[in-house]
């Protein structure tokens, strides 16, 4: 029988409702085309895996939606501005999360500490996280328990805790992961490849 992690109870209850929180928040904003700075138009709305959890002993995905524009000059498919990282299934703070705690411990450690949390993230997924973390910027982060944990995720859990019983709006939880900032990677980058792991929807 593998033994158990030490994790607290408490950082998994901030932890699972900041994300429970997320589920269904709509991101719809978007200034201009970040290919040609041209003016954009609404196309659609599509679903995106925000973070998977383990519920009951099973698997939930909590999922966000994300307005698509169409660029009226240049014709690009572009969507709205939105907590992730460039080419990754997870959103920001989990993606924070899994560098972070890789720069602490083995990957083998670090999904079975956030499977602890209640977090499903493979081993796989979390190692082509940890190879692409100058990819992220610098993660900003401060002491829980022993470990270094994401702000992203604790500013989220804080917005969690403040909102009185009122939905989220994508802006606040946007801000509240560190989205825009100067020393972060930008929302709309250019394409490097496609991440291969974490295909479970």
């Known amino acids: 029988m593998k033994k158990r992690l030490p994790v607290s109870p408490m950082l998994v209850d901030l932890v699972v409702n900041a994300l429970d929180s997320m589920d269904g928040v709509a991101f719809t904003d978007l200034a201009s085309c970040p290919h040609c700075g041209g003016d954009v138009k609404g196309y659609d709305m599509r679903a995106k895996r925000f973070a998977v ?10 999922r966000v939606m994300v307005k698509r524009f169409r660029c009226q000059d240049c014709g690009s498919l572009c969507c709205a501005d939105a907590p992730f990282y460039p080419n990754t299934r997870l959103a920001s703070p ?6 972070l705690l ?3 411990m083995p990957f083998n450690r670090v999904a079975q500490y956030l499977r602890e949390m209640r977090l499903v993230v493979d081993r796989g997924t979390i190692r082509n996280y940890a190879s692409r973390e100058f990819e992220f910027g610098a993660i900003p982060a401060t002491d829980v328990f022993g470990l270094q944990l994401p702000l992203s995720l604790l500013n989220l859990a804080t917005l969690t805790l403040n909102r009185k019983g009122g ?3 994508g802006a606040e939880a946007l801000a509240a992961c560190g989205f825009p900032a100067a020393d972060r990677t930008p929302l709309h980058p250019g394409r490097p490849p496609k991440e291969r792991y974490q295909r479970y929807e």
């Open 167 to 169: 939905p989220i709006v």
């Open 53 to 62: 959890v383990i519920e009951n002993g099973k698997r939930r995905t909590i």
């Open 102 to 104: 890789a720069q602490q």
């Open 94 to 99: 989990i993606v924070d999360l899994c560098v």
